[in-house]
Structures are given as structure tokens and as C-alpha cells.
């Protein structure tokens, strides 16, 4: 038989089959039991302050004050599917003077939804970077938690040996968010 004849064949005899197939019902209402959970991780805010920053014209300032617009809650999904949010900080202090930093929750009424306070001591000569409480939002601590527009960070220096402006060290501050979403 020539080649031509049995490719000939084989079109017939299995072309057919390509058209066989096994199905199955399909239940969509699988769909109803469909719940996500995805857990997404951020920075929230850090800043570095040089020693001599916390001077002005020659005179030591024992209290520094920033705010910054904090927008995430803005976003309807976000805040419809969020169930838990865990807030952690870390500072690194290589000024010789303890420090404590009071992270503001501010709602859209400037008022103080909370405050969250950071102790940071003295530099006393080995680099040490302090790893603070996990802050857990949840239930009606999270619904608080919501409604903030703007962070502030109030930082307070204590008592120890005057900073001028030639003083070396900084003060610094990370903090990330792990953010649990649910979405069904």
C-alpha cells in the first residue's frame, strides 16, 4: 500500500475521535463557596533624623512634631474587605539621649483615634535596633483604625548631654503593615 493510501486511513479511522469527549455536569453554585484570603504586606512610614536636627539656631528642641496624609482607607475595597491589619515598628537610636516616639492616629476631624508609644533608649555604644510590640487591629479596634486620614509622630527626647549642631547619630524608625483581607 502506498503512503499516500494509509495516512488516507488514518484521517478516517481518527479523525472522528476527535470529536468524542467526556463531560461532566458543572456546578457553578461553586462558585457561592469561593473565599479569598489574600495578606498583603507594606511599608506604612520610616524617617531618619541626624542628631543635629534636633537643634535649632543653638537650642536643643526636646520635642520635634511631623503629620503625614495617610490615604489607604480612602479606597472602599480595601477597607469593605480588610478583617486584620498587624502594625510593626522597629527604631535604631545612635544618639546618646533616650527617645520616645508617639505614633498619632488622626480621623478627618484632626481628632486622636490613638496613640501609639515607642520607648527607644540611649545609644550606649553598640547599634541595637529595638523591634517594638506587634500592634494588632481587630474587631472594633480595626473599625477605629479605619477611619484615620493622617499620621502623626510626635518624638520627645530625654535628659542627657546638650546636642549642638556638630552632634553625630541619628534617630530612626521603620514600620510595615501585614494587612488580612477576606473577600467572598
Known amino acids: 500500500m502506498g503512503l499516500y493510501l494509509k495516512n488516507k486511513i488514518f484521517l478516517f479511522a481518527f479523525f472522528p475521535l476527535l470529536f468524542i469527549s467526556c463531560s461532566s455536569d458543572l456546578d457553578f453554585d461553586q462558585v457561592d463557596d469561593l473565599k479569598l484570603k489574600p495578606v498583603f504586606v507594606a511599608n506604612v512610614a520610616h524617617f531618619d533624623v541626624p542628631a543635629n536636627e534636633f537643634t535649632d539656631n543653638g537650642q536643643e528642641q526636646l520635642i520635634a512634631f511631623d503629620e503625614k496624609e495617610f490615604d489607604v482607607f480612602k ?40 496613640t501609639i508609644t515607642l520607648e527607644t533608649p540611649a545609644y ?30 510626635v518624638v520627645t527626647m530625654g535628659s542627657g548631654a546638650p546636642l549642638d549642631e556638630n552632634s553625630q547619630g541619628s534617630l530612626k524608625l521603620q514600620s510595615g503593615a501585614t494587612a488580612y483581607l477576606e473577600i467572598e
Do not use: M, W, Y
Request: with cysteine; aromatic share 8%.
Open 75 to 114: 479606597k472602599k475595597f480595601f477597607t469593605d474587605n480588610l478583617v486584620k491589619l498587624e502594625l510593626d515598628c522597629e527604631t535604631e537610636n545612635t544618639i546618646a539621649r533616650a527617645f520616645t516616639i508617639d505614633l498619632l492616629l488622626f480621623n478627618e476631624n484632626d481628632d486622636v483615634l490613638e
Open 124 to 153: 550606649s555604644g553598640n547599634p541595637d535596633v529595638i523591634k517594638h510590640t506587634t500592634e494588632i487591629f481587630e474587631g472594633q479596634r480595626l473599625d477605629l483604625l479605619k477611619q484615620t486620614v493622617k499620621i502623626g509622630f
